[in-house]
């Protein structure tokens, strides 16, 4: 605690230095940047907070199935430059966005992301950033989900790109540790935020095409017998029984069966039985950190402890790349950049 108080005391004289040192050098005063804060919007939205919970109430308790996409649109939009709201743009005739690109087909909620943005827009016009929206939604799901809260300061600006290409920054679900290692500390997350971050996985459902490989073709036969054989065979059959061939890209299945709605720490359970669904998840056995967390959690004696480790790596993840100040805009239209 005490580190990263002191941590942020000297970011923050660092950038103090950095933003005058960049003053003095040249005159691009129309670029100005600030630090998120808790209380951003005091004065121009009080109760954006209060407002964003309640439409999160309202429509989880509609659509329960929405906390994981929620939570999961926050986490790409983090990761694919910075949390600026670039996942949920819209493609246009010139520009292909994050949206269209292989990682998206799952996404889900964009709807919902624009109801709780025409809310906030009635109460406080053209004020709360999407980026900000997509923060607070994703907290909220978590919260109504059972799970643990964290403090979420505000002030994101909205991005002005997506680009579909972007998207090869999110770790596909064949990664093995090596590369989510990498991906992750490509974004400023270390190997604790990797293991605590996948505990994400306790909420949602996956497509069998995304896992369908390990079952079918682990190695590119494609045969009955091509399988990964880091997966637990018991659970392996029950898959199979549910994701029936390999072209099956409809099919459905819970990541932490029986609690797909519960923010819990069963996820390291399932890990721990070898029955994470993606090889990614199976992949936090073979380096001995992550491992020795998913054993400790599998005990299932410390949930309190993987809620508070889940809130501050949340915390972490939420500031990746932020735009502030005058840098981005505040979107209207949550999938479309404004017109100027
Ligand atoms: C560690 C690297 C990660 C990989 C490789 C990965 C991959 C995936 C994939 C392939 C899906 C299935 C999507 C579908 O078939 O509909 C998924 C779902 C999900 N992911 Fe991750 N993910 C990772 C990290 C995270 C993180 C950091 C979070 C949030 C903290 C997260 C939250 C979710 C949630 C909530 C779902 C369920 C979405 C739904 O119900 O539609 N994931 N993930
Ligand atoms: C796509 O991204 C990769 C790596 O992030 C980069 O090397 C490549 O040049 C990009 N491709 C295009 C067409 O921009
Ligand atoms: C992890 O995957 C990368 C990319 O596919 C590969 O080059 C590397 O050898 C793999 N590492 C291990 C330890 O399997
Ligand atoms: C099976 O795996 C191979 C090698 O990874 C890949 O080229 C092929 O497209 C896969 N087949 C299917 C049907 O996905
Ligand atoms: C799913 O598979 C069907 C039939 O194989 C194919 O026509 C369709 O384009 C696929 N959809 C996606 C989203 O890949
Ligand atoms: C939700 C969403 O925007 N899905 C899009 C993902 O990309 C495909 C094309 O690759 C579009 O058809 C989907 O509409």
Redesign the pocket.
Known sequence: MAGRSSGRVINSRMSAIMAAAVLALCSCAAVTTAQLEMDFYSKTCPKVEEIVRREMEEILTVTP?L??????L??HDC?VRGCDASVLIDSTAGNVAEKDAK?N?????FGTVQRVKDKLDAACPATVSCADVLALM?RDAVVLSKGPSWPVSLGRRDGRLSIANDTNQ??????NFTQ?AQ??AAKGLDVKD?VV???????????C???SDRLYNFTGLENDGDVDPALDSAYMAKLKARCRSLSDNTT?GE?DPGS?LTFDASYYRLVAKRRG??H??SSLLTDPVTRAYVERQASGHFADEFFRD?AD??VK?STIDVLTGSQGEIRTKCYAINNH
């Open positions: 199935t906390a994981g996409p929620l939570l999961r926050h986490f990761f990682p087909l799952t996404l889900r909620g994703a999110l770790p596909p679900p064949t990664a989510l991906m992750f990797l971050l996948s505990g994400g996985h306790t909420l949602g459902t996956a497509h095409a995304l896992f459905l990541m797909f669904i993606f990614s998840d889940f790596s949340m993840m």
